[in-house]
């Protein structure tokens, strides 16, 4: 059974509203793909319409609870213990060259802490949700992250940085140091979905750097309630502050951060 809390069911219920938007902006994307204007406009009006959908939806359902948003940055409500951390589109890069890889991030931290989060890929209509201490689920089945222990066998994934990024090189050393020892490694192109993916034991582990709070507050739930590990590079918990993840099946976390470290 899937989770069925008020705070879950607020959240799933607002998440499906603005995928709604965000399907129907999908379609149109794909049109504008062969047109010459391109679909870069449309895309940041399509972030905007779906975060606005989800703002509105959780303000009306929980009133008061703060935000940290992707595109409208921090808004203090008159509750400071509750705060929605919202990515309205992760993967806009896909999203904008018609890639059907994207989704919708929300998480919900109390008094620091996150306590729920979804993931939502309205192509594939996978809904991924954890609440913390209840387990992580997609759709209606649980999560369990894989139970593979040899490097050799593993599926890794990480994100590459791009154009007016840092860390060009250590990034293409680590891909290096991994691919060597791995079964293979990927770059799909949104952080929460990565994270999801080793929630649902289809990657074995993720890496990544220079990520905000939004694209993986919601996918660190996730992971940890599918019996997994995440941490940063050096296996503290503080991603959400760092921006550096690690995130594994657990067996392979020590390991896998040494081969990281020594590819640096
Ligand atoms: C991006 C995606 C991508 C990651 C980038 C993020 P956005 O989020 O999660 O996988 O590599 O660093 O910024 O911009 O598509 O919401
Ligand atoms: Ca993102
Ligand atoms: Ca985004």
Redesign the pocket.
């Known amino acids: 059974m899937a989770l069925t809390s008020p705070t879950m069911t607020v959240m799933t219920a607002a998440v499906r509203k603005a995928s709604r938007k965000l399907s129907r902006d999908f379609g149109e994307v794909e049109n504008l793909q062969v047109s010459k204007k391109g679909p870069a406009d449309f895309v940041t009006a399509a972030d905007l319409a779906a975060e606005k959908v989800l703002r509105e939806e959780l303000e009306r359902a929980r009133p008061g609870y703060s935000f940290l948003l ?1 595109e409208g940055g921090v808004i203090k409500g008159t509750d400071a213990t509750h705060r929605w951390i919202i ?1 309205p ?5 896909n999203f904008m060259h018609a890639i059907p890889h994207f989704a919708i991030s929300v998480a919900l931290e109390r008094n620091g802490v996150i306590v729920a989060g979804v993931v939502y890929n309205p192509v594939t209509n996978e809904l991924y949700t954890a609440e913390r201490g209840r387990g992580a689920y997609i759709n209606d089945r649980r999560l369990r992250v894989s139970s593979r222990t040899n490097l050799t066998e593993c599926l890794f994934a990480t ?1 590459l940085p791009f154009h007016g990024k840092a860390h060009h090189e250590s990034t293409l050393s680590e891909v290096g140091a991994v691919m060597t020892m791995a079964a293979g490694v990927r770059r799909f ?4 979905l990565d994270l999801a993916y080793v929630a649902a034991g289809r990657f074995d582990g993720y890496w ?1 750097r ?3 709070p939004w ?1 993986i507050a919601a996918g660190i739930l996730l992971v940890r309630e599918a019996g997994g590990m995440v941490s940063d590079f050096v296996g503290r918990d503080n991603s959400l502050k760092s921006g550096e993840i690690l995130a594994t099946n657990g067996v392979v976390h020590d390991r896998f951060r040494t081969l990281l470290a020594g590819g640096r």
């Open positions: 992707e990515d589109l992760d993967g806009t890069t994100g192109g949104a952080a929460s990544e220079d990520l905000a694209d």
